[in-house]
C-alpha cells in the first residue's frame, strides 16, 4: 500500500478540504459536521454501513447536494466554482453511462462534456480506455459488457477528464471478485499516478486494501480516523478477539456469552482478550457450566471489528 | 385461487394511476368528444358561413338575401369584419373570392344582375343570371349544404317569382291547351324527351352548376380547384402532427431515464448547466420533429403527388415552427413526470385528446363551434391551419404569421416552464 507523501500543505495545494460539513434532508441529518482532508497521492477510505452518510458527502462535494452549513474546497479553491470542478472527478454509484453508446462514443461524449476536445479528446479517451483494459471493447455498446466491464467503464467515464481529485462512490457494487481485483488495480495506478482518491465503500477488506487512511462514518458523523494500524490500535490496542461457536439453545448460550463479558454476532460468541492464555480459562468455564463447544478461532482485530466496537453494529447491518 | 390473483391484480391496478387514466379517463374523454361531434346536439351543429354578394338589388334578390339571413345554421357575411368595429365596404366579387382563398369562409354566393328578371330557372341550368357559389374544396359539405338551403330559401321567399315563371312556362308551353298549343306542347314534349334520350338534357346534380333546384347555381371551386389529390396534404400534417407529439414526448422522456441512471447527475457535474442540456435535448428534438415532418411530405409528394417542391419555403417555415413547438410540449411532458410509466400515459392522454380536438383525426370544419375554439388550445391546430396555408391555399410566407407566432411562443412559454421544473433535478 503505498503512503501518503510527507510533504507541507497549504490550503492551495490541498487536493480537498471539507469543514464542518452539515446536510439536512428535512428531520434528517445524513452528514452531520463532517470534516476531512485529502492529500495528493492519497485514498482516503469512507467507511460505513448503507445510509451512513458517505454518498451525501461526496454528492456535496462534487455539486450535487447543497450543504446547509460547512465547507468544501479543492486546491483552495470552492468546491462550486469552475476551478474545482475541473479539477474533480465522479464515479457515481449507478452505471451512469449511456447504455446505447459504445465504450468510446460513451467516453467522447462525457470527455466534450467537460470541456476537452480534439487531439486532448481523443488521447484522453485512449488513456481512459487503457487504463479500464476496454481497448478491446472500445467499439461495444455500453449495455452490452458485462457487470465487470461497464463498472470499469464508468469509472473511466469518471476521470476523462484526467482530475487530480476522484470521488469514487462504491464502484464495485455488484462486481465478481476478479473483476473486483482488475478494479482494485485501475485505482492503485491512478493513486500511484498522485491523484488524490476519496473511495466510500462498506467493505472493510477494500477499505483495508486500497486505503492509506480511513474515515470510518455512521449516522454522519466521522467517528474514527486514521490508518488501519491506528484504528484497529486505538480500539484494541494489543488485544485479539476469540470467536467461538456452541451447540445447544441460543438464550442460555446468549446469557452465558454476556455474563462473561462478550456478545453474539450472527450466533458466533465473540470475546476480547488480552492475553491467550484467557482462552483456555473462557472455554474451561464453557464446558463447566455444560455448552458444547463447536469450533473456536482467534483472530486480530480488524476495521470490521473496529466498526463493531465503536458503534455496536456491524458494517453491514 | 383465481380470487388472490383477482385481488392482487385490482390492489397493482389501483395503485397505478397511469394505467388507471388509460383506462377509464381516456375512453370517457374520447368518448365525449365524439359524441359532442357526431351526437347530433342541435345547439351545437356547426354554422357555416357564408360571403353574400348582391350585385342585383332587386327585389327578388333581395328577397332571397333576406331568406338566407333567416336560416339558422347560416352566418350570412355582406361585409368583411372589422376588428377596430369600423365599418368596412360590402363584399364585391372579387373580395369575395379573395376571402374565400384566404379561408375567411368556405362559400361565397355571387348574385349577379339581372337574376331578379329570371331569378326560377325550371329545367336544366340556366347561363348568364344563375347564382355563383364559390367553395374551398376542402371542405365538401358546406357547398352541398348552401346550394340546399339556397333551394329551400327561394321556395319559401318568392312565391310570386315562382307564380310569375309559372305562368310564363304555361304561356310559352301550354297556352289554352288548343288543338295548335297542344300540339305545340307535344312537340316540345318530344323535344325533350328526344334530349333526355340522347343525354342532351343533363338531369342529374354536376359539380359544376346545380340544376336540380328552382334557382340556377353555377359551383365554381376557387381553391384547391387544380390540386391533384385535395386531402393528402391536410392529412400529411394531420396526422404528421399528432405523430410528432408522440415522438416528442417519447424523445424527451430520455431525460427520465438519464435521471434514473444517475446520467444526469454525472452530466450536471461536469461543464454542463441544465440550461445547457435542456436546450440541447430541445434542438435535438426540434431536428428530429422537423425530420420526421420532411420524410412525411417527402413520401406524400413521391406517392400522393402533394405539390412539396413548389412550397419549400413555408413548408420548411411551418415545420420548423411546428417542430419547436412539439419538443418543447414534450420536454414539459417529461419535466412534469416522475416515471416512464406516468410520462407513456399522460401523453397518450393528452395528445390523443389534442388531436381529436385540434383536428389531426377529423377536420375542425366538422366540429361544434365551441370546440372549433377549444381546438385553439392545441398544437395540432396552429399546425394544420399554418399547413393548409402553405398547401392548399398557396398562400404566401408573410400569411403565416400567426400559426408561426402561435407556435414559436408555445414552444418558448413551454420550454421556460420545463426548465422551471426541472430544478428538481439540479440540486437536493
Same mark, same amino acid.
Given at each position: 500500500?503505498?503512503?501518503?507523501?510527507?510533504?507541507?500543505?497549504?490550503?492551495?495545494?490541498? %487536493?480537498?478540504?471539507?469543514?464542518?460539513?452539515? !446536510?439536512?434532508? $428535512?428531520?434528517?441529518?445524513?452528514?452531520?459536521?463532517?470534516?476531512?482532508?485529502?492529500?495528493?497521492?492519497?485514498?482516503?477510505?469512507?467507511?460505513?454501513?448503507?445510509?451512513?452518510? !458517505? #454518498?451525501?458527502?461526496?454528492?456535496?462535494?462534487?455539486?450535487?447536494?447543497?450543504?446547509? #452549513?460547512?465547507?468544501?474546497?479543492?486546491?483552495?479553491?470552492?468546491?462550486?466554482?469552475?476551478?474545482?470542478?475541473?479539477?474533480?472527478?465522479?464515479?457515481?454509484?449507478?452505471?451512469?453511462?449511456?447504455?446505447?453508446?459504445?465504450?468510446?462514443?460513451?467516453?467522447?461524449?462525457?470527455?466534450?462534456?467537460?470541456?476537452?476536445?480534439?487531439?486532448?479528446?481523443? *488521447?484522453?479517451?485512449?488513456?481512459?480506455?487503457?487504463?479500464?483494459?476496454?481497448?478491446?471493447?472500445?467499439?461495444?455498446?455500453?449495455?452490452?459488457?458485462? @457487470?465487470?466491464?461497464?463498472?470499469?467503464?464508468?469509472?473511466?467515464?469518471?476521470?476523462?477528464?484526467?482530475?487530480?481529485?476522484?470521488?469514487?462512490?462504491?464502484?464495485?457494487?455488484?462486481?465478481?471478485?476478479?473483476?473486483?481485483?482488475?478494479?482494485?488495480?485501475?485505482? *492503485?495506478?491512478?493513486?500511484?499516478?498522485?491523484?488524490?482518491?476519496?473511495?466510500?465503500?462498506?467493505?472493510?477488506?477494500?477499505?483495508?486494501?486500497?486505503?492509506?487512511?480511513?474515515?470510518?462514518?455512521?449516522?454522519?458523523?466521522?467517528?474514527?480516523?486514521?490508518?488501519?494500524?491506528?484504528?484497529?490500535?486505538?480500539?484494541?490496542?494489543?488485544?485479539?478477539?476469540?470467536?467461538?461457536?456452541?451447540?445447544? %439453545?441460543? &438464550?442460555?448460550?446468549?446469557?452465558?456469552?454476556?455474563?462473561?463479558?462478550?456478545?453474539?454476532?450472527?450466533?458466533?460468541?465473540?470475546?476480547?482478550?488480552?492475553?491467550?492464555?484467557?482462552?483456555?480459562?473462557?472455554? =474451561?468455564?464453557?464446558?463447566?457450566?455444560?455448552?458444547?463447544?463447536?469450533?473456536?478461532?482467534?483472530?486480530?482485530?480488524?476495521?470490521?471489528?473496529?466498526?463493531?466496537?465503536?458503534?455496536?453494529?456491524?458494517?453491514? *447491518? | 385461487?383465481?380470487?388472490?390473483?383477482?385481488?392482487?391484480?385490482?390492489?397493482?391496478?389501483?395503485?397505478?394511476?397511469?394505467?388507471?387514466?388509460? #383506462?377509464?379517463?381516456?375512453?370517457?374523454?374520447?368518448? +365525449?368528444?365524439?359524441?359532442?361531434?357526431?351526437?347530433?346536439?342541435?345547439?351545437?351543429?356547426?354554422?357555416?358561413?357564408?360571403?353574400?354578394?348582391?350585385? =342585383?338589388?332587386?327585389?327578388?334578390?333581395?328577397?332571397?338575401?333576406?331568406?338566407?339571413?333567416?336560416?339558422?345554421?347560416?352566418?350570412?357575411?355582406?361585409?368583411?369584419?372589422?376588428?377596430? !368595429?369600423?365599418?368596412?365596404?360590402?363584399?364585391?366579387?372579387?373580395?369575395?373570392?379573395?376571402?374565400?382563398?384566404? @379561408?375567411?369562409?368556405?362559400?361565397?354566393?355571387?348574385?349577379?344582375?339581372?337574376?331578379?328578371?329570371? %331569378?326560377?330557372?325550371?329545367? %336544366?341550368?340556366?347561363?348568364? +343570371?344563375?347564382?355563383?357559389?364559390?367553395?374551398?374544396? +376542402?371542405?365538401?359539405?358546406?357547398?352541398?349544404?348552401?346550394?340546399?338551403?339556397?333551394?329551400?330559401?327561394?321556395?319559401?321567399?318568392?312565391?310570386?317569382?315562382?307564380?310569375?315563371?309559372?305562368? !310564363?312556362?304555361?304561356?310559352?308551353?301550354?297556352?289554352?291547351?288548343?288543338?295548335?298549343?297542344?300540339?305545340?306542347?307535344?312537340?316540345?314534349?318530344?323535344?325533350?324527351?328526344?334530349?333526355?334520350?340522347?343525354?342532351?338534357?343533363?338531369?342529374?346534380?354536376? +359539380?359544376?352548376?346545380?340544376?336540380?333546384?328552382?334557382?340556377?347555381?353555377? *359551383?365554381?371551386?376557387?381553391?384547391?380547384?387544380?390540386?391533384?389529390?385535395?386531402?393528402?396534404?391536410?392529412?400529411?400534417?394531420?396526422?404528421?402532427?399528432?405523430?410528432?407529439?408522440?415522438?416528442?414526448?417519447?424523445?424527451?422522456?430520455?431525460?427520465? &431515464?438519464?435521471?434514473?441512471?444517475?446520467?444526469?447527475?454525472?452530466?450536471?457535474?461536469?461543464?454542463?448547466?441544465?440550461?445547457?442540456?435542456?436546450?440541447?435535448?430541445?434542438?435535438?428534438?426540434?431536428?428530429?420533429?422537423?425530420?420526421?415532418?420532411?420524410?412525411?411530405?417527402?413520401?406524400?409528394?413521391?406517392?400522393?403527388?402533394?405539390?412539396?417542391?413548389?412550397?419549400?419555403?413555408?413548408?420548411?417555415?411551418?415545420?420548423? #415552427?411546428?417542430?419547436?413547438?412539439?419538443?418543447?410540449? $414534450?420536454?414539459?411532458?417529461?419535466?412534469?413526470?416522475?416515471?416512464?410509466?406516468?410520462?407513456?400515459?399522460?401523453?397518450?392522454?393528452?395528445?390523443?385528446?389534442?388531436?381529436?380536438?385540434? $383536428?389531426?383525426?377529423?377536420?375542425?370544419?366538422?366540429?361544434?363551434?365551441?370546440?372549433?375554439?377549444?381546438?385553439?388550445?392545441?398544437?395540432?391546430?396552429?399546425?394544420? &391551419? $399554418?399547413?393548409?396555408?402553405?398547401?392548399?391555399?398557396?398562400?404566401?410566407?408573410?400569411?403565416?404569421?400567426?400559426?408561426?407566432?402561435?407556435?414559436?411562443?408555445?414552444?418558448?412559454?413551454?420550454?421556460?416552464?420545463?426548465?422551471?421544473?426541472?430544478?428538481?433535478?439540479?440540486?437536493?
Amino acid at each position: 500500500m503505498a503512503s501518503a507523501p510527507a510533504v507541507p500543505v497549504s490550503s492551495a495545494t490541498l %487536493p480537498l478540504a471539507i469543514d464542518a460539513l452539515v !446536510k439536512r434532508f $428535512g428531520a434528517l441529518t445524513a452528514v452531520d459536521g463532517v470534516s476531512l482532508e485529502v492529500r495528493a497521492g492519497e485514498c482516503l477510505g469512507l467507511l460505513g454501513p448503507n445510509g451512513a452518510g !458517505k #454518498s451525501t458527502t461526496i454528492r456535496a462535494i462534487v455539486g450535487r447536494v447543497i450543504p446547509d #452549513s460547512g465547507s468544501i474546497t479543492v486546491f483552495g479553491a470552492r468546491a462550486d466554482s469552475a476551478q474545482a470542478r475541473a479539477a474533480l472527478g465522479w464515479v457515481p454509484q449507478e452505471l451512469a453511462v449511456y447504455p446505447r453508446l459504445t465504450c468510446k462514443e460513451n467516453l467522447v461524449a462525457f470527455g466534450s462534456y467537460h470541456g476537452l476536445s480534439g487531439k486532448q479528446l481523443a *488521447e484522453s479517451v485512449a488513456w481512459c480506455l487503457e487504463w479500464a483494459a476496454l481497448q478491446d471493447r472500445s467499439g461495444d455498446l455500453a449495455g452490452k459488457l458485462s @457487470g465487470g466491464m461497464k463498472r470499469r467503464l464508468n469509472m473511466a467515464a469518471g476521470i476523462i477528464q484526467r482530475p487530480r481529485v476522484v470521488l469514487m462512490d462504491e464502484p464495485t457494487v455488484g462486481v465478481d471478485p476478479q473483476s473486483r481485483n482488475r478494479i482494485f488495480e485501475m485505482i *492503485e495506478a491512478l493513486r500511484d499516478s498522485g491523484t488524490a482518491i476519496v473511495y466510500t465503500t462498506h467493505y472493510m477488506e477494500e477499505a483495508e486494501r486500497l486505503c492509506d487512511r480511513v474515515a470510518i462514518i455512521d449516522h454522519g458523523r466521522i467517528i474514527a480516523l486514521g490508518t488501519n494500524q491506528e484504528l484497529v490500535h486505538n480500539a484494541f490496542a494489543s488485544r485479539s478477539q476469540v470467536l467461538a461457536r456452541f451447540a445447544g %439453545p441460543v &438464550d442460555r448460550i446468549a446469557a452465558w456469552v454476556k455474563s462473561h463479558g462478550g456478545r453474539m454476532v450472527d450466533a458466533t460468541a465473540e470475546f476480547t482478550i488480552e492475553r491467550s492464555i484467557e482462552i483456555a480459562a473462557l472455554l =474451561d468455564s464453557a464446558a463447566n457450566d455444560g455448552l458444547e463447544l463447536e469450533d473456536v478461532s482467534l483472530r486480530r482485530p480488524n476495521l470490521e471489528s473496529v466498526f463493531l466496537h465503536l458503534t455496536g453494529r456491524e458494517l453491514r *447491518e | 385461487m383465481i380470487l388472490p390473483i383477482i385481488r392482487t391484480a385490482i390492489v397493482s391496478l389501483r395503485r397505478d394511476r397511469a394505467a388507471l387514466a388509460l #383506462s377509464f379517463i381516456l375512453p370517457i374523454s374520447f368518448f +365525449s368528444i365524439f359524441a359532442a361531434i357526431f351526437g347530433g346536439q342541435r345547439d351545437a351543429t356547426p354554422k357555416i358561413h357564408v360571403i353574400l354578394v348582391d350585385e =342585383d338589388q332587386s327585389t327578388a334578390s333581395q328577397q332571397l338575401v333576406h331568406a338566407l339571413q333567416r336560416e339558422s345554421s347560416l352566418v350570412i357575411m355582406t361585409r368583411p369584419t372589422s376588428k377596430d !368595429k369600423t365599418a368596412t365596404p360590402d363584399y364585391t366579387a372579387a373580395t369575395a373570392e379573395d376571402s374565400v382563398k384566404a @379561408g375567411d369562409a368556405p362559400v361565397a354566393l355571387i348574385v349577379p344582375k339581372g337574376f331578379g328578371q329570371n %331569378p326560377i330557372s325550371f329545367g %336544366p341550368a340556366q347561363t348568364g +343570371s344563375g347564382i355563383q357559389l364559390l367553395n374551398d374544396s +376542402s371542405d365538401i359539405i358546406a357547398p352541398q349544404m348552401v346550394i340546399g338551403l339556397l333551394q329551400k330559401a327561394a321556395m319559401t321567399s318568392m312565391p310570386v317569382a315562382m307564380a310569375e315563371q309559372g305562368m !310564363k312556362y304555361t304561356d310559352r308551353y301550354i297556352g289554352g291547351l288548343t288543338p295548335e298549343q297542344r300540339k305545340t306542347m307535344e312537340s316540345n314534349l318530344d323535344t325533350l324527351r328526344e334530349l333526355q334520350k340522347n343525354g342532351g338534357l343533363d338531369t342529374t346534380a354536376s +359539380s359544376g352548376n346545380s340544376s336540380g333546384g328552382i334557382i340556377s347555381v353555377h *359551383e365554381r371551386a376557387v381553391v384547391g380547384e387544380n390540386k391533384k389529390n385535395p386531402m393528402v396534404s391536410f392529412y400529411a400534417a394531420a396526422i404528421g402532427v399528432m405523430f410528432l407529439l408522440f415522438t416528442a414526448s417519447g424523445s424527451a422522456g430520455v431525460l427520465l &431515464d438519464e435521471a434514473d441512471s444517475g446520467t444526469l447527475d454525472r452530466v450536471l457535474s461536469s461543464h454542463i448547466t441544465m440550461t445547457t442540456l435542456l436546450a440541447g435535448k430541445l434542438t435535438y428534438n426540434t431536428l428530429l420533429a422537423f425530420t420526421q415532418l420532411t420524410v412525411m411530405f417527402l413520401w406524400a409528394w413521391a406517392v400522393f403527388h402533394v405539390d412539396l417542391f413548389s412550397h419549400i419555403p413555408g413548408f420548411i417555415v411551418m415545420g420548423l #415552427s411546428t417542430a419547436v413547438a412539439v419538443a418543447a410540449f $414534450g420536454m414539459l411532458l417529461a419535466s412534469m413526470c416522475h416515471t416512464r410509466a406516468q410520462l407513456g400515459a399522460v401523453s397518450t392522454l393528452l395528445i390523443l385528446i389534442m388531436s381529436s380536438v385540434g $383536428g389531426s383525426m377529423f377536420p375542425r370544419y366538422l366540429m361544434p363551434e365551441g370546440m372549433q375554439k377549444a381546438g385553439l388550445f392545441t398544437i395540432n391546430a396552429w399546425a394544420i &391551419d $399554418g399547413f393548409t396555408k402553405v398547401f392548399w391555399r398557396d398562400l404566401p410566407i408573410t400569411a403565416l404569421w400567426p400559426q408561426v407566432s402561435v407556435l414559436l411562443a408555445t414552444g418558448i412559454v413551454l420550454f421556460l416552464i420545463a426548465r422551471r421544473i426541472a430544478r428538481r433535478w439540479e440540486f437536493a
